[in-house]
Structure formats: structure tokens, C-alpha cells
């Protein structure tokens, strides 16, 4: 898993680049929606999104890009491993959470284009689309899908999930990697809850 977590980046580095091409209109300021952000034991909580990430076991970390100017941040990766490394495919995971500003993009942008949008930039050399852009539920909360299949050698890889929806002024992106395509909305369901904030 220690090659697959280094790759974590390509996604957040993709992503910035995204954003830093848009050129330039009115800033706003995202450092609100990273202060609301907590760890606490097995729990990422963040109160301005109204969103949890809970991840038993897991090595938190703010690996970033987190950029003010650009409207855009990957506020955290949870990295699960169980240690078992002929058991490395079928159990251990990472999730990551970022946040991309509406006002990155023009006004009344589907999420669906989004996340194509995102999806054609990732796409590369080592990772490959395995699903395009499709509909799902989480918590109760609307989202589209993607999934990436990361090829690593030859006979080995991992398969990459970006699930993203809107929550309060942000396209919102949950980042799921594992061993197995089967297992990637399986570790989404269970690991995500959802309290959209009142208005």
C-alpha cells in the first residue's frame, strides 16, 4: 500500500492544476471550511460541510494542497493498514476528503460535469477509467461516481473511487482507494454520514 499512498497526491495535484487553469475572478476564502475540520479518535468531523469520515484504526493526515487563493483543499487522508501484507488488496484502504468552490466554475455546473471534468484530467499513463461518471446515494445525499483503475505493475493494482456531491457552496469529493473495485462504495456507505447544515 506504502506505492498507492504516495499516489494519493496525483488526484489533489490534478485537481489544483484544474483549478489554477480557470483563470483568475473573485476570491473567496476556504480557511473557514478547513478550521471546521477535527479529528477525534476514529472521526473526522467537519462542521461547515456537515459531513463525518469515520475510519477504525486509521493514520490521519493533511497531506494537501490546501490553497486559499485557488478555492480548493484536500483537508484530509485516513489511511487504513492492517499490517498483513499477503492481505493488502483485500483489506487495506485510504479515504480522502476535498473541497472545490462553486465559484470555480460556472454558475449551475452539474456535478456530473464535474466530475468528468475531473475524471478526463486524472486520466494518464498508470491510471485508467474503469467507470465513467454515474449516479449514487450516500447518507441520504445525491452524488456521481467515477472509479479509476490504478495499474501499478503488471499484475497488481488498486482501484480509485472519486464520489463527489455539493454541500454549502463546495463540490465536495470523497476519495476511496483499495484492492477491490467490489469494495469501494462498501468502504464509502460505511465510513460517511452526512448532516447537510440548515439554511
Request: with cysteine; net charge positive.
Amino acid at each position: 500500500m506504502n506505492q498507492a499512498a504516495k499516489n494519493l497526491m496525483v488526484v489533489g495535484m490534478a485537481l489544483w492544476f484544474l483549478v489554477a487553469t480557470q483563470g483568475q475572478a473573485p476570491k473567496s476564502d476556504i480557511s473557514s471550511v478547513v478550521a471546521a475540520g477535527k479529528v477525534k479518535g476514529d472521526v473526522y468531523q467537519n462542521s461547515y460541510l456537515g459531513i463525518s469520515l469515520s475510519v477504525p484504526k486509521a493514520d490521519w493526515s493533511v497531506r494537501g494542497p490546501i490553497s486559499v487563493e485557488q478555492r480548493y483543499g484536500r483537508l484530509i487522508d485516513a489511511v487504513y493498514d492492517s499490517g498483513r501484507p499477503e492481505r493488502g488488496p483485500d483489506e487495506n484502504y485510504t479515504l480522502a476528503l476535498l473541497v472545490e468552490s462553486l465559484e470555480n466554475f460556472p454558475k449551475g455546473t452539474a456535478t456530473v460535469a464535474y466530475v468528468r471534468k475531473v475524471r478526463h484530467g486524472l486520466e494518464g499513463n498508470n491510471l485508467k477509467t474503469y467507470r465513467e461518471e454515474f449516479p449514487l446515494t450516500v447518507s441520504g445525499i445525491p452524488f456521481t461516481g467515477a472509479v479509476f483503475r490504478f495499474i501499478e505493475r503488471s499484475d497488481f493494482g488498486y482501484y480509485r473511487g472519486l464520489y463527489s456531491t455539493v454541500l454549502n457552496g463546495y463540490f465536495v469529493t470523497i476519495e476511496v482507494q483499495c484492492g477491490r473495485e467490489e469494495n469501494l462504495e462498501k468502504l464509502l456507505s460505511s465510513a460517511v454520514s452526512i448532516t447537510p447544515r440548515q439554511k
